[in-house]
């Protein structure tokens, strides 16, 4: 309910009395005639410092309220005339005599048959404070500006809010939260600005909190604070400065020494100040701006790549810049008596004439003239010319010579370029975003047998149906798609022209200027030839791989045919020359026994040399130790060299007291082979080998191996033909010594596999000299085993075994019998692979012997079927030895994987048989 809307209304007076007390403002109830208090609020008589009793009925002039009598009377004539009276302002004073301004409002109503006033009132004397103090300092500052505005602002606020300290700061790095002051008062008079930064000050709070007031004990909550310090201040009010982009830009900050009082008059004053400072901070920003940006115009314009005039509306010149001097070759007082004709050629003012028409029209003219400058010479120039709204005009004139020439230059590279891809023998061919042709160079017309003019604007499928079965026009969209395609060995047909062949393609994305895909660039060459020679090379190969793998198998198999006879020859050799024989009967043994090994010998080369051809060999890496196989080498070598005047010798330059990883029996092999040369070519005197480290650290060793002899020697001019497969010295060597030619070639191989090198240095009729030089790597920490080859036969504990021998070769049975009677030996033959398993299984073996050819079943399928019928019925796995002709690591290989414990090749050797045998019988 609106009260003041009971005018001329009776009221009760209980109802007024819930009206009064219900009131958030003071209301009161006063006789209009007498002036008597009737009735007011608790909000009332506290607001005037009386008790109840102090003021209900007296009138108001007995207790002198108003300070200004007329002001009721108006009031009374006021409310008479128009019923309701609102928003007047009057003055009362308090019980305490302070005077106090109030809003109010006042109605007429009756009660107990008399007119009283109704009155509701706030009090306003703080807000007419607060505005008195912002118009004063509003009209002393507003006439100011600059330094002279902040000065008289920090005084006026200084004085107004009685503060002995105010300052006004501008934020000069955000990054160090660094303060300028731009004005300081202190105390009654302007001190010098300073720097400080805002970390640890109550400025700082105010940046954060947008008003920050602290009455007291300011000391105690910023210690750090010198400002705080210097001038013992004890309540601090700040508001930021903040900027129309919302950003915080400065501070006005008051202090003093007395506690202040948080009161509505500080915080609009200060706040109402900060803003008009922050617009003023602003406002100095921005004209500091235009003068900075007319200042970079005007330089803008002097240093502007274009020639900038400026002239009247007939055409002369009232303006020019740095440019349009250098552009035209005039001095800027040469050209301000001129007019723009003046720079044109009556031929060119004919061609294009200036239309000054159009510029009155308020058009942009825009042309390409020819400008002659003041030494005579012509430039051609694109101009620009519009009318400003003062009358005059402005043109733009550009020195386009560069332009040009850059055009003339990209015509004759493109003729260049045209005549380079016509010219080229490589077929180009271009689509465009469509996949149309768009290029098609004179390659492309051999090639396919079609003229460009055939083919430009079509699609190829048009033209190539291949295309679409080789997946091309999968990769031309690929290439559209911004990949780089390649086709290779595309089989095409030509159904216009019945061409065909093979070609190869590329296919990249074409890219304008702007790197924009606008097509796909081909490359295309022809390669039937390539592709023809390819497939007869490929037939070539495939023959040369049959070949090859039909003269590995004849190896193989003569390899076979030949160990099966060796075996028998060497085998009973051996076993003949521990009966009893004549002087002759033995120099006949010892004849065979010779041509047996040399014979051995060759074939073992034969074989080594096939591997090695083929890319077969490999080395096994196992821990060896130096010394111990050039003492085996030399072990071996010395008894062929019985019957010589021959001394055989070796020394070791280090201690060599420590193992290196590497293929013993290779290496072994490359010593035996020298070795055996150094004593097959010397007839008399010295074979000796010298052994030593050339490099050495922690982990690797370079060894250095010498095999030196007294012999022949080699022509200087044969030299570097030795180590060549099949290669001799002169014929009548071939008839003094045996030799398929193989043995230094294979040392060259076995040399080069292990990563070292050989060479040799020879005189005729003075001696040879092979080094090795060959890296390995130092086995650490393991011991060094030197083993010395036992030379006697070890067959204790291997008496009474009864042995399956599976061999279809009858003189190798007939020398396995022999050997088994010797050793006492029980000796049961099977002749192929099915008897072998028969027998197996229907008797009772110790060990089988194993051949690997045998008609009706290999031995290789007959261990097979052993193992397997083993592992099914629970049955203990018997040893199985492989005798076999086969000596491939293929071979080994094969026999390992069927099952075998250990392998033999033929010949046999009874010492190793019979250690193998030992060895099979103790694990068992």
């Known amino acids: 309910m609106d009260i003041l809307n009971v005018k001329n209304s009776v009221l009760d007076f209980d109802f007024l009395k819930i009206i009064l007390a219900a ?29 109840r009793h102090e003021l209900i009925g007296r009138t108001i002039f007995e207790a002198g309220l108003w300070q200004d009598i007329s002001r009721r009377e108006e009031m009374t004539a006021l409310v008479a005339s128009r019923g309701v009276l609102r928003n007047f302002e009057m003055v009362l004073n308090t019980k305490s005599g302070e005077a106090k301004t109030l809003l109010t409002s006042c109605t007429l109503v009756e009660i107990n048959d008399k ?17 008195n103090a912002v118009q004063t300092i509003l009209k002393k500052t507003s006439s100011k500006f600059g330094n002279e505005f902040f000065q008289t602002l920090v005084m006026e606020v200084a004085n107004f809010l009685k503060m002995s300290f105010v300052m006004v700061g501008e934020l000069i790095s955000k990054e160090n939260g660094l303060i300028q002051t731009i004005a300081v008062y202190d105390r009654g008079k302007f001190v010098n600005n300073f720097e400080y930064r805002l970390m640890g000050t109550p400025c700082e709070m105010a940046k954060t909190h947008s008003l920050c007031v602290y009455e007291s004990g300011l000391q105690k909550l910023f210690p750090s604070a010198g400002l705080v310090s210097r001038l013992n ?4 009010v700040g508001v930021p400065l903040i900027s129309s982009a919302s950003e915080f830009i400065g501070v006005i900050a008051a202090l003093d020494e007395m506690p202040i009082k948080d009161s509505s008059l500080i915080k609009t004053v200060m706040t109402v100040f900060a803003t008009r400072a922050a617009s003023e901070f602003e406002r100095l920003r921005y004209e500091t701006a235009i003068r900075s940006s007319e200042e970079k115009f005007r330089t803008l314009i002097e240093q502007a790549v274009d020639g900038i005039f400026l002239g009247d509306t007939v055409g002369n010149f009232i303006g020019v810049n740095t440019k349009g001097c250098e552009i035209t070759g005039y001095t800027k007082e040469e050209i301000l008596k001129m007019n723009m004709k003046d720079f044109f050629s009556p031929e060119e003012h004919k061609r294009a004439p200036l239309r000054y028409d159009l510029l009155m029209q308020g058009k942009t003219v825009f042309t390409e003239r020819l400008l002659t400058r003041k030494d005579g010479s012509t430039l051609p120039i694109e101009m620009n010319t519009k009318r400003m709204p003062d009358g005059t005009y402005q043109a733009f004139l550009r020195d386009v010579s560069p332009r040009k020439k850059a055009e003339n230059d990209l015509y004759e590279a493109n003729l260049f370029n045209r005549e380079i891809i016509s010219g080229i023998n490589e077929g180009i061919l271009v689509y465009d975003s469509e996949l149309r042709y768009v290029v098609w160079n004179k390659y492309m017309e051999e090639l396919s047998g079609i003229k460009a003019e055939d083919v430009i604007g079509k699609h190829d499928i048009e033209i190539f149906p291949h ?3 080789n997946g091309i026009d999968q990769m031309l969209q690929r290439a559209l798609a911004g990949e780089t ?16 062949g093979w070609y190869c393609g590329t296919y990249a994305p074409h890219r304008n200027s702007e790197g924009k895909i606008v097509g796909v660039i081909g490359a295309i060459i022809e ?17 040369a791989e049959a070949a090859n793998l039909a003269k590995s198998h004849f190896l193989a198999n003569m390899s076979h045919e030949l160990r099966t006879p060796l075996n028998g020859i060497i085998g009973f050799s051996n076993l003949l020359a521990s009966t009893r024989l004549d002087e002759m009967q033995k120099n006949f043994l010892e004849m065979i026994c010779v041509s047996g090994k040399n014979l051995f010998e060759l074939i073992n080369d034969v074989l080594d040399f096939s591997k090695i051809e083929a890319g077969k060999l490999r080395l096994e890496l196992k821990p060896i130790n130096i010394k111990d196989i050039i003492e085996k080498a030399v072990s071996a070598i010395t008894a062929s060299g019985a019957g010589k005047d021959l001394s055989i010798k070796y020394s070791f330059l280090n201690e060599f007291n420590y193992n290196v990883t590497g293929d013993g029996v290779r290496l072994n092999q490359i010593l035996t082979n020298l070795l055996a040369n150094a004593v097959k070519f010397t007839a008399s005197g010295v074979v000796s080998v010298t052994a030593e480290e050339i490099e050495k650290n922690e982990k690797t060793v370079k060894i250095r191996i010498s095999v030196s002899d007294t012999g022949i020697g080699i022509p200087e001019e044969k030299i570097d033909e030795i180590f060549e ?5 002169e014929e009548s060597y071939n008839r003094r010594h045996s ?3 193989l043995g230094l070639a294979i040392v060259k191989s076995l040399v080069k596999m292990m990563d070292g090198d050989i060479k040799v240095e020879s005189k005729a009729g003075i001696g040879s000299t092979f080094t090795i030089e060959i890296p390995f790597e130092i086995i650490v920490n393991e011991a060094v085993i030197f083993s010395k080859e036992n030379q006697h036969k070890n067959s204790e504990g291997i008496s009474g075994l009864k042995i399956l021998l599976a061999e279809d070769d009858r003189i190798s049975q007939l020398l396995i019998m022999t050997l088994a009677e010797q050793n006492g030996w029980a000796v049961e033959v099977a002749q192929n692979g099915s008897q072998a398993i028969e027998k197996y299984f229907t008797g009772s073996f110790d060990v089988i012997f194993m051949d690997g050819q045998m008609p009706d079943m290999d031995g290789f399928e007959a261990t097979r079927t052993i193992r397997e019928k083993e592992s099914a019925s629970g049955r203990r796995r018997i040893p199985i030895i492989a005798m076999t002709a086969y000596v491939m690591k293929e071979d080994r290989d094969k026999f390992i994987s069927a099952g075998i414990d250990d392998y033999i090749p033929k010949p046999i050797d009874e010492q190793i048989l019979l250690a193998k045998l030992a060895n099979i019988v103790k694990k068992k």
């Open 23 to 51: 009131s958030p403002d003071m209301m009161s109830v006063t006789n209009v005639e007498t002036g008597e208090i009737v009735e007011a609020n608790d909000i009332f008589f506290e607001f005037l410092g009386y008790e």
């Open 115 to 131: 007119r009283h006033f109704l009155i509701v009132a706030r009090d306003i004397t703080e807000r007419i404070e607060i505005e």
């Open 233 to 236: 201040a004890d309540s601090f």
């Open 467 to 469: 295309m679409k079965e």
């Open 485 to 500: 395609v390649k086709a290779v060995d595309i089989e095409y047909y030509i159904p216009l022209t019945e061409k065909s």
């Open 527 to 543: 390669v039937t030839d390539r592709k023809r020679n390819e497939q007869e090379a490929l037939r070539a190969k495939e023959q």
């Open 725 to 729: 497969m099949f290669h001799q010295l």
């Open 739 to 741: 030799g398929a030619g």
